[in-house]
């Protein structure tokens, strides 16, 4: 049977809950009408995919867009611009800007930012903290809300709640799934000497193994008690996955391409850019990440986007600040690994696509199927592409993989039906707006 719709992607190889296949897709209004072969059918709009596939679109649920605050580092614009370049349709932005995302006021006002501004869909995490407590059951269902975060670990920014009483206090309140950066900032302060003035490679020998596990044990012991949901954001450690092994009934794992990509050698030609918080490790931990991967303790990728200006990022290691570019290149350094046979591309799509949606109950989002948002990244996973800093979108304008050879490449981004970018040039005019929750509508 004919139809007509405003967009059809034609041609292209969908990868979806129903494998990969050749298809075609239409869509009306912003949301998929009709998946199949629609040769029969009409569109304003017609995008030759073949010889691409066709993603459901990726969400990155860790990005810092820094605004307000810090907007000569990166501001909303800039950093979903960078997003959709990427082949990124939505973003969770963090709370650790200035002022702090911890209040209705503040959340309302990034959401008034982003709103005409973002190219991708957006939302934000509000911040834990021991004033604003008794307000987070109405805090977490606000509008454009994507839950609570918490810092147990000092990072970026003041956001800090390091004791038991304090995150119990917060997961007592919490009904929707809470995201933690796990270091224990007790142990942090205790080796604060094991820093090397002008050495790098000295930031994981601070920021030890034992500072991520002993918090993440922390944590997961609370939230058993409180009977609370947790996220744990950025896992560098073999510990930590073989311990989360054990309680995937509450604690979901994101896991980073960095932490995934790079190791401690690094140092050696990266120097205070590859300084993260929690920090890139030996070989061992990546191996045993990669483990977490392939045995699904590992649930989904977030980029941990986190720009600094080179400047800053020159300053002599301990004053460099933590932190790098990533939300541009999560798809093409994970579609390498991909090409590589790291990964395969259904494992990706379900990283980055349906597991952010199943573990925050996303709407209408994470799945190509009819009557969900018609967000698609389209990937050419044989286009062979050297990154470099001048590709970098975001603000700060640099990555730790200039020069890196990568095989498989963003072509195109659609963010509820709007072609935003294609073959790397912008092609519709910001329009994201609030992601949308199931606990919260």
């Excluded at 896991?255 to 990266?270: G, K, R």
């Amino acid at each position: 049977m004919s139809e007509t719709f405003d967009l059809m992607l034609r041609g292209g190889t969908l990868v979806n809950q129903n494998g990969e296949y050749r298809g075609d897709l239409g869509i009306r209004n912003g949301t998929i009408a009709a998946i199949g072969s629609l040769s029969a059918s009409a569109a304003g709009r017609v995008i030759d995919c073949a010889g691409l596939h066709v993603l459901p679109g990726v969400i990155d649920t860790q990005v810092h867009f820094r605004e307000p605050g810090a907007t000569h580092k990166e501001d909303l614009e800039s950093g979903s611009r960078a997003a959709v370049m990427g082949g990124v349709t939505a973003v969770f932005e963090m709370p650790n800007t200035t002022p702090l995302t911890t209040d209705e006021a503040t959340l309302a006002d990034k959401v008034r930012r982003a709103r005409q501004r973002m190219f991708c869909d957006f939302a934000f995490w509000v911040g834990g903290t021991r004033d604003n407590v008794a307000a987070i059951p109405d805090l977490e269902r606000l509008p454009g809300a994507a839950g609570i975060k918490v810092f147990m670990g000092s990072s970026t920014g003041s956001l800090l709640v390091e004791d038991d009483a304090g995150v119990a206090a917060i997961l007592g309140k919490t009904r929707r799934r809470a995201a933690f950066h796990s270091e224990d900032e007790f142990r942090l302060r205790e080796r604060l000497g094991e820093r090397v003035p002008g050495d790098p490679t000295s930031h994981p020998v601070w920021r030890d193994a034992v500072a991520a596990l002993r918090c993440t044990e922390r944590l997961v012991r609370i939230a058993r008690e409180a009977r609370a949901r947790i996220h744990v954001l950025h896992i560098s450690t073999a510990e930590e996955i073989a311990f989360l092994a054990d309680h995937k009934d509450l604690a979901s794992a994101e896991v980073t391409p960095h932490h995934l990509t790079l190791s401690a050698d690094d140092y050696a030609t990266l120097g205070t850019k590859l300084q993260m918080n929690p920090p890139v490790r030996d070989k061992r931990h990546r191996d045993a990440i990669w483990a977490g991967v392939a045995s699904g303790v590992a649930d989904i990728l977030g980029s941990d986007h986190a720009p600094h200006t080179l400047a800053e990022k020159a300053k002599a290691y301990p004053d460099s600040p933590s932190g790098m570019t990533g939300v541009q290149t999560l798809v093409p350094i994970m579609l390498d690994h991909v090409a590589a046979g790291r990964l395969s591309l259904q494992r990706f799509v379900d990283m980055t696509s349906a597991g952010p949606a199943r573990l925050f109950n996303i709407a209408r989002k994470g799945r190509m199927a009819v009557g969900y948002d018609a967000d698609l990244t389209v990937v050419d996973l044989k286009r062979r592409v050297t990154i470099t800093d001048d590709w970098i979108a975001s603000r700060s304008q640099w990555t730790p993989y200039h020069g890196r050879d990568v095989t498989g490449w963003p072509v195109g981004t659609i963010v509820r039906g709007h072609q935003v970018m294609w073959d790397g040039g912008i092609e519709d005019p910001a329009s994201g707006q609030p992601v949308r929750f199931l606990e919260a509508l």
